[in-house]
C-alpha cells in the first residue's frame, strides 16, 4: 500500500524527461532516487560527491542502495581543497561547495541527455540556515520532496512504507560543520573529527557530532546519552583515543547534539 506522502513526490518526478540525482546516501536522497528509479527507468543517473568533508558510512551506504536498484552510480571526486572559498571555511561554505557539485551535475545531465537535477532537499531544510539551497535554485536544481511539502519526519515515514531498512539512520551532515566558521578547513583537523566520531559511534552513540576548536575536542550526544558519555569507562576511553588523536582537552555539551550549531554565527 502506498504512503499519502508518496504521490506527490512522484507527481514531480514523472514530468521529468529524466533526471541526474544528486545522491548523498541519506534517507532523504535515498527515497528521491528510489521513486525516480520507479518512474523514469533507465534514464536516471545517481552522483554521490567524494572526498574527506563526507562520511564513509554515507558513501558505503550509497554504493550498497545504488546496486541494490541497479542504478547507473557515478562518483565524483569534488576537490574541494583545490577551492579557496572551502578552505576558508566562510558561512557561505556551504554555497560554494554545492555549486561545485552541482556544475558537475549540469555536465552528467547535458552529456547524458537527461532532464535535468534533482536532489532530496526537504521542506524543513528551507526553514534553517542552508545557502547550499541557493546554489541550488542557481543551477534549476528541483526537490521533489520540498515540492511536496515533506518535512524529515514525513520523509522517514515514506522511506518506511518503501521499504528502506535505514529509514531511521540518524542524519548526518558533511564533516566540515564540526569546525566553526572562519577556522581554515585542513585535513588533519577533519581526520580527527572523523576518527573520533568513528570511535564514539564504536562506543554505540547514535547521534554524534564532534566539534572541533583546536586543541579542544566538544562533543554532543542526545541528552538521555551524556550520562554513559561521562561516567567509566567511557569517560576514561573517550580521553585516551581523543588524546592520541591530537586533542589536549575533551568536553561534553551538557545541551546535547545541536542541528547547525555554528549557523548562528553565520
Not at 557539485?101 to 532532464?115: D, K, M, P, T, W
Not at 528551507?126 to 520532496?145: D, N
Not at 569546525?179 to 547521534?207: K, W
Request: glycine residues 10%; contains cysteine.
Amino acid at each position: 500500500m502506498s504512503s499519502a506522502n508518496e504521490e506527490p513526490v512522484r507527481a514531480v518526478i514523472r514530468k521529468m524527461p529524466g533526471a541526474v540525482v544528486a545522491f548523498s546516501g541519506g534517507v532523504d536522497s535515498a527515497v528521491v532516487l528510489r521513486l525516480a528509479c520507479e518512474e523514469l527507468g533507465d534514464r536516471v543517473v545517481a552522483v554521490t560527491a567524494t572526498g574527506v568533508i563526507y562520511s564513509r558510512a554515507d558513501l558505503e551506504q550509497a554504493r550498497a542502495f545504488a546496486a541494490d536498484l541497479r542504478v547507473r552510480h557515478l562518483e565524483f571526486p569534488a576537490g574541494h581543497f583545490n577551492q579557496p572559498q572551502i578552505r576558508a571555511n566562510s558561512p557561505e561554505r556551504c554555497y560554494h561547495c554545492k555549486s561545485v557539485l552541482f556544475g558537475h551535475l549540469r555536465s552528467v545531465a547535458g552529456s547524458e541527455n537527461l532532464g535535468g537535477i534533482i536532489d532530496g532537499t526537504n521542506a524543513g531544510d528551507a526553514r534553517e540556515y542552508r545557502p547550499g539551497l541557493r546554489a541550488a535554485r542557481e543551477a534549476g536544481v528541483i526537490s521533489p520532496l520540498l515540492r511536496a511539502g515533506l518535512t524529515k519526519p514525513r520523509v522517514r515515514a515514506l522511506a518506511r512504507s518503501l521499504g528502506l531498512a535505514f529509514w531511521n539512520r540518524p542524519s548526518e551532515s558533511c564533516l566540515a560543520t564540526r569546525i566553526p566558521y572562519g577556522e581554515p578547513l585542513t585535513p588533519e583537523r577533519l581526520e580527527q573529527v572523523r576518527a573520533g566520531e568513528d570511535f564514539l559511534r564504536e562506543l554505540g552513540y547514535g547521534t554524534v557530532r564532534l566539534r572541533h576548536h583546536g586543541p579542544l575536542a566538544r562533543i554532543e550526544v542526545a541528552p538521555s546519552e551524556l550520562p554513559r558519555l561521562v561516567a567509566p569507562p567511557h569517560r576514561e576511553l573517550i580521553l585516551v583515543r581523543l588524546s592520541a588523536l591530537g586533542f589536549r582537552f575533551v568536553t561534553s555539551d551538557i545541551a546535547g547534539y545541536q542541528s547547525g550549531c555554528f549557523d548562528g554565527d553565520a
